[in-house]
């Protein structure tokens, strides 16, 4: 099968994950006899320093034409420690999500057996956790109306949704639930906010009316904070709003051992994105330090969504191996850590043999 690739490396780390993902799905073309494109745009701090936008007008057009889009990281220190910087690095990416409409974010959390030590929490909070969190992603608090601070000291961003923005994602939450544990959790502030009001109306109508064999139950977000360190096995599938699926889905991250390890999915009714939920780790760029399974992962995701699930599977078998071989980057493997090349090169290798 022939399939076009849109790779946006972005900043920091982003290239050098980057490039361990594309060794990784070049093992796959060749062990399965597929052929893939890569076709590279800017996006990110690098887009604003080579044309002075985070999202060039060229990037998009590639993301369109492209079968998939493949990301790296996004963020840069010199407009974190800049409040009053007039554009970002970060406006590329929500303008990529809000103009392909990649409504529903995908965040599943696995655990590695091997990686149990690595974990903050205690084995018997850990074992058995097989999650996912779907987060809506283009609307909500991150895309509501924004005023920056005026003459009064005054800023403020709005929170809106609506009835269609949530089911549109619901209904992709409640489906995957009924395929794995069938259950289906809730995260939002109804104590507090219209919108969550919102949120549990939908979902608990669209509950009754059309899914109802799967458990469905509710969680303040504050609460869930905790659950997600009390006892994390208690969730298969979270469903929640943009800004909460953010938080959550970073708590939820280091149960495994590392953020390093998490990927997801950015989907829409015609485009998709691939991309780990780690940012662009600066500190890290041009060190090898970098875990690049994240991004590996999310690779494989985009094979699901190719409906190449065996290769997807070879994928997630050999980062399982190479695991399980003690072979990872620093924040998996303090004591005696690979490079983010060494270990990209160790995955694709057990792909080919
Ligand atoms: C994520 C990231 C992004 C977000 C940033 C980089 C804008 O944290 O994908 O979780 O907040 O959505
Ligand atoms: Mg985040």
Request: with cysteine.
């Amino acid at each position: 099968m022939h399939k076009k690739i849109a790779v946006l490396a972005g900043d920091g780390i982003g290239p050098e994950i980057i490039t361990e993902a594309i060794k990784v799905l070049q093992a796959i073309e060749k062990k399965y006899n597929h052929s893939f494109s890569f076709e590279h745009a800017l996006m990110g701090a690098v887009a604003i320093d080579a044309t002075g936008n985070p999202l060039p007008e060229k990037t998009i057009e590639i993301c369109k034409s492209n079968d998939a889009i493949l990301f790296g990281a996004i963020g840069d220190p010199k407009y974190d420690n800049d409040p009053n910087a007039k554009v970002r690095p970060e406006q590329g990416l929500l303008a990529l999500r809000k103009t392909l409409n990649l409504y529903c974010n995908v965040r599943p959390v696995t655990i590695y057996d091997r990686l149990i030590e690595s974990s903050p929490l205690k084995r018997d909070r850990i074992e058995g956790v097989d999650l996912v969190i779907y987060r809506e992603l283009t609307g909500g608090i991150y895309f509501g109306q924004k005023k920056e601070t005026d003459e009064k000291g005054v800023a403020s961003d709005l929170c809106v949704y609506s009835k269609e923005e949530i089911l549109r994602v619901a209904h992709l939450a409640f489906k995957a639930a009924a395929k794995r544990k069938n259950k289906l959790t809730l995260v939002d502030k109804a104590n507090v906010l219209a919108s969550s009001r919102l949120w549990r109306s939908v979902v608990t109508e669209l509950h009754s009316s059309e899914y109802k064999d799967v458990e469905l139950d509710f969680l303040f977000v504050d609460n869930a904070a905790m659950q997600m360190v009390l006892n994390p096995a208690q969730f298969d599938v979270i469903l929640t709003g943009n800004l909460f699926g953010d938080i959550i889905s970073d708590e939820a991250s280091v149960i495994g051992g590392s953020i390093g390890l998490l990927a997801s999915a950015s989907i829409g009714d015609r485009y998709a994105l691939f991309e780990p939920i780690h940012g662009s780790f600066p500190q890290g760029k041009g060190k090898g330090i970098a875990n690049p399974i994240a991004t590996i992962l999310s690779a494989a995701m985009m094979l699901d969504h190719f409906d190449m699930i065996q290769e997807a599977n070879a994928i997630r078998d050999a980062i399982q191996k190479t695991i399980n071989s003690d072979i990872g980057t620093p924040d998996i493997s303090p004591n005696k850590s690979s490079t983010t090349e060494e270990v990209g090169s160790y995955i694709s290798n057990i792909i080919l043999a």
